[in-house]
């Protein structure tokens, strides 16, 4: 079993920040790629930011400039900086992990429960 645990959502004014992070606990041997996704009412759930087990990364256009994602190697955990946050921000936002389990087990897309994002105008 894996498990990732969001924090740092909540209600913002428009042009303020927050800080989302995401743990990845459990079975976990190593983890590749990890993201954030978020998901507007109405809407298809998008892709907002992803990083690699390296750092290599890649933002939705929507939030370029605006977002940063990192990720802590050692605490199995990312981050994701928002600042200059807009109304259409708003949305949940969920985390991804693609979890390598065991060499002999293999690999598991993981989500995580999601966490809410408002901004205000």
């Known amino acids: 079993q894996v498990h990732l645990v969001e924090s740092g959502g909540g209600l913002v004014q428009a042009g303020g920040s927050l800080r989302l992070s995401c743990a990845a606990s459990g079975s976990i041997f190593s983890i590749n790629a990890m993201g954030w996704y978020r998901q507007a009412p109405g809407k298809q759930r998008e892709l907002v930011a992803r990083i690699t087990s390296r750092g290599r990364t890649n933002y939705a256009d929507s939030v370029k400039g605006r977002f940063t994602i990192s990720r802590d190697n050692a605490k199995n955990t990312v981050y994701l900086q928002m600042n200059s946050l807009k109304p259409e921000d708003t949305a949940v936002y969920y985390c991804?992990?693609?979890?390598?389990?065991?060499?002999?087990?293999?690999?598991?897309?993981?989500w995580g429960q999601g966490t809410l994002v408002t901004v205000s105008s």
């Open positions: 991804n992990a693609d979890v390598l389990v065991s060499p002999t087990f293999g690999s598991l897309e993981v």
